[in-house]
């Protein structure tokens, strides 16, 4: 078996405490996530995984333990930062009188993206969002939305795609093709992040879990983490 | 909807500047800029201060009216630049307070969640919102320094008001310019510490003007001549400050980090939103429980309480006393309410009449109210009530104990205040009608309609905001119940039989409440 290429890690948590005020949510939680790898996040509901996920973003300040990415210290405030990391969380925000295209373009062109009415076309079209390019968000389904929400995170460069159960409010159609963009992103050398309740998922994936329980955080296969979350 | 060009420099990521003029220039294409809409938005902005200047010259000059002048003289009431500054103070503090928790600055709505992941400067997204704010404390503070003299009987001459006027515009853009630079401080917690501060001067203030009405103490400082245009020299070094501090803060803008700037921008919309709606409950609630340093809340671990057996009743009154008992904002309002509904008497504009009425009914029902926050929270998040072994009914009346018991509070010692200083024991009887027609009142208030976030957004003159019902809900029965008081005001005396009608007034008024109550609204 040929020794795998030394990368560094573009995330690295060691005992890394989250919460709110002084409180943790959750025990303290190891990651290493690498160029091209997925790493899902799973848990019951309530068990702190979306606040992992907002600390890897930045949006949140570390209570303890060590969190690196892109080999530094979590600073949002950093353009490279946010250059480099693309994060989809449960915000449902919109700018009233745009539309889901023009949201897209504004994103692209933000990013410094070329060819931005391309890139976009493209984009809708991988979110079936064509249809419904010149309506405002606020006209949209949720699960609409949802995609739109997704198709931002994909229109714009990244090293690193930290998703927030994306699965929640697509349709099976979608959730498989989600899957297989995912898989894309991972060949093509990014690195994922997600916590998701969906087996399916990932399973589709084949990804590795770190499972977020009561007491500790367990780092499993694919198929153990399957089986945990069937039982949480 | 017709597709909109977006152009921006062609080579690598744009400034940020560049961005939020894109995201303005594709919004006014679709609400139709143009020179029509600028001068529809210039013709709106001269109408809203040519109608507020009137309306605060009407209510001055029948304030005033209502005021002989041998009463103010004579009466101990308040007159003159020592209340006029204390009221100065009250309005600065509050100021602070509520630019310290509204960040100032935030990103709000399609902003936090678009513009603030892009590699961009923050600087140029910010500017506008760190230049806005001391700017609009400037004006706040031009009007109200004027409108404080006027309403305190101003001298002859216009030197008066335009002095307090750059006093009060000098004060409040340094107060703000406090507010921006306290931003930096910590994650959120500088502008807490700065909001704190503002409600300290706020309650020394309004203590200080209760006190002088109280105890008649306003007479010894209520000839005190006004200072004039000399305070323009205060008011110099207050700008030089304020514009430093803000030069300060725009620099730094940029360390602003995201999650703050989310956290109050969504403090924002929402209060801008409860405030258009004269919602000050749900206002008071966003200032003080979304604001980023209060999340550790989340997590906060409350005292068990130890319950005995006593039936779903007793248990819905106990849960609401609690509440009422760890919001300690809840217990400074309500004993602001009492010290200002026992006050009012003694200040000069508000000694009697109207006037005095109307600031009964405000200061009451706003005592009600504070203590109803249990029945508000049941209204929007209604799945606790609904395990009780109550009617819909039942429970209402349940919820209205507590509101009745500050109402009952503010009642007593506003009224028998009023029954001291007349001598006349029979304004003391009246607490007996106006205790439950206020509990009613709060109760109306807290089962109003919610502000719908999830519907398209309205536009108004000071932005979008969600639609809203029930703007003056609660507000229009205590004020309904207790017309045969504002009738006695008037006539300046309280006959035995008007104590009666009150009371009849009352229970008819409580009678159909409690009689609607629980009724699904016809569609």
């Known amino acids: 078996m040929a020794a795998q290429p030394k990368t560094p890690d573009l995330v690295h948590a060691k005992g890394l405490a989250v919460g709110y005020g002084a409180d943790t949510v959750c025990p303290p939680v190891d990651l290493r996530l690498r160029a091209g790898q997925v790493l899902a996040v799973i848990g019951p509901n309530g068990a702190g995984k979306s606040t992992v996920l907002r600390a890897v973003l930045g949006l949140l300040e570390p209570l303890g333990g060590t969190l690196e990415v892109l080999g530094r210290e979590v600073d949002e405030r950093s353009v490279d930062f946010r250059a480099r990391v693309a994060g989809v969380l449960d915000d449902d925000a919109w700018f009233p009188g745009l539309t889901a295209r023009e949201h897209l373009l504004l994103t692209a062109a933000g990013h410094g993206v070329r060819n931005t009415s391309t890139v976009v076309d493209a984009i809708l079209e991988t979110f079936g969002l064509t249809d419904h390019q010149h309506g405002v968000p606020s006209a949209m389904s949720s699960g609409q939305r949802r995609r739109l929400l997704l198709a931002a995170a994909f229109v714009r460069p990244r090293d690193l795609l930290v998703l927030d159960e994306p699965e929640a409010r697509l349709d099976t159609s979608m959730r498989h093709a989600l899957a297989e963009l995912i898989r894309e992103e991972a060949a093509g050398g990014t690195a994922v992040l997600l916590a998701t309740h969906d087996p399916v998922l990932l399973t589709a994936l084949g990804a590795e879990a770190v499972h977020v329980g009561a007491t500790r955080c367990t780092r499993l296969s694919t198929a153990k983490a399957v089986a945990t979350m069937s039982r949480d | 909807m017709p597709p909109v060009q977006i152009e921006l420099r062609p080579e690598g990521a744009p400034e940020g500047r560049e961005i939020r003029r894109v995201t303005g220039e594709i919004q006014g294409a679709r609400e139709g800029r143009g020179a029509g809409r600028v001068a529809l938005e210039v013709w709106n902005a001269v109408m809203i201060i040519v109608l507020s200047g009137a309306f605060v010259a009407g209510v001055a000059t029948v304030l005033q009216d209502a005021v002989p002048a041998e009463d103010a003289a004579e009466g101990g009431l308040l007159l003159g630049p020592v209340?006029?500054?204390?009221?100065?103070?009250?309005?600065?503090?509050?100021?602070?307070?509520?630019?310290?928790?509204?960040?100032?600055?935030?990103?709000?709505?399609?902003?936090?969640?678009?513009?603030?992941?892009?590699?961009?400067?923050?600087?140029?997204?910010?500017?506008?919102?760190?230049?806005?704010?001391?700017?609009?404390?400037?004006?706040?503070?031009?009007?109200?320094?004027?409108?404080?003299?006027?309403?305190?009987?101003?001298?002859?001459?216009?030197?008066?008001?335009?002095?307090?006027?750059?006093?009060?515009?000098?004060?409040?853009?340094?107060?703000?310019?406090?507010?921006?630079?306290?931003?930096?401080?910590?994650?959120?917690?500088?502008?807490?510490?700065?909001?704190?501060?503002?409600?300290?001067?706020?309650?020394?203030?309004?203590?200080?003007?209760?006190?002088?009405?109280?105890?008649?103490?306003?007479?010894?400082?209520?000839?005190?001549?006004?200072?004039?245009?000399?305070?323009?020299?205060?008011?110099?070094?207050?700008?030089?400050?304020?514009?430093?501090?803000?030069?300060?803060?725009?620099?730094?803008?940029?360390?602003?980090?995201?999650?703050?700037?989310?956290?109050?921008?969504?403090?924002?919309?929402?209060?801008?939103?409860?405030?258009?709606?004269?919602?000050?409950?749900?206002?008071?609630?966003?200032?003080?429980?979304?604001?980023?340093?209060?999340?550790?809340?989340?997590?906060?671990?409350?005292?068990?309480?130890?319950?005995?057996p006593g039936g779903p009743r007793r248990a819905v009154v106990l849960a609401d006393l609690v509440l009422l008992a760890r919001t300690p904002r809840s217990i400074g309002q309500l004993a602001v309410a009492v010290v200002l509904g026992a006050g009012a008497a003694g200040i000069a504009l508000l000694s009697s009449g109207v006037p005095l009425y109307l600031t009964w009914v405000a200061t009451g029902f706003w005592a009600a109210g504070t203590a109803a926050a249990g029945a508000r929270h049941a209204d929007l998040v209604p799945a606790v009530d609904r395990l009780l072994p109550l009617s819909t009914r039942s429970v209402r009346v349940v919820r209205g104990v507590v509101p009745l018991v500050a109402a009952t509070l503010w009642s007593v010692v506003t009224l028998g205040s009023q029954a001291l200083r007349t001598g006349d024991p029979t304004w003391l009887l009246l607490a007996l009608a106006w205790a439950p027609a206020l509990a009613a009142a709060a109760m109306r208030s807290a089962y109003r309609p919610p502000a719908k976030w999830s519907r398209a957004v309205v536009a108004t003159p000071m932005g979008s905001v969600p639609p809203t019902g029930g703007f003056f809900q609660g507000l229009d029965v205590a004020t309904v119940a207790t017309l045969p008081t504002a009738v006695a005001l008037l006539l300046g005396g309280l006959a035995p039989v008007v104590v009666g009608i009150q009371g009849a007034m009352t229970v008819i008024v409580v009678a159909v409440l409690i009689g609607v109550a629980g009724r699904k609204p016809q569609s």
Not at chain 2, 175 to 192: F, I, K, S, Y
Request: aromatic share 4%; with cysteine.
């Open chain 2, 83 to 308: 209340p006029a500054g204390l009221l100065l103070a009250v309005a600065a503090g509050a100021l602070l307070s509520l630019a310290g928790r509204l960040g100032p600055v935030g990103v709000p709505g399609g902003g936090s969640a678009w513009w603030l992941p892009m590699p961009v400067g923050r600087r140029g997204l910010l500017r506008p919102t760190v230049l806005a704010w001391p700017a609009v404390g400037a004006a706040t503070g031009l009007v109200l320094g004027a409108i404080v003299v006027i309403l305190l009987e101003v001298p002859d001459g216009v030197s008066v008001p335009l002095g307090w006027a750059a006093l009060g515009a000098g004060i409040f853009s340094l107060v703000v310019a406090l507010a921006l630079l306290a931003q930096h401080q910590g994650r959120g917690t500088g502008g807490l510490r700065v909001a704190r501060l503002g409600e300290g001067i706020m309650l020394l203030a309004v203590g200080v003007v209760a006190l002088l009405a109280l105890t008649g103490a306003g007479s010894a400082v209520a000839d005190l001549a006004w200072p004039g245009l000399g305070l323009v020299w205060l008011a110099v070094p207050c700008v030089l400050g304020a514009v430093g501090m803000t030069v300060v803060a725009e620099r730094r803008s940029a360390e602003l980090d995201g999650a703050a700037l989310r956290a109050q921008g969504s403090v924002m919309y929402r209060a801008q939103a409860a405030l258009l709606s004269l919602d000050l409950r749900e206002l008071s609630r966003t200032l003080t429980t979304t604001s980023l340093a209060s999340s550790s809340a989340r997590t906060r671990r409350r005292g068990s309480l130890r319950l005995n």
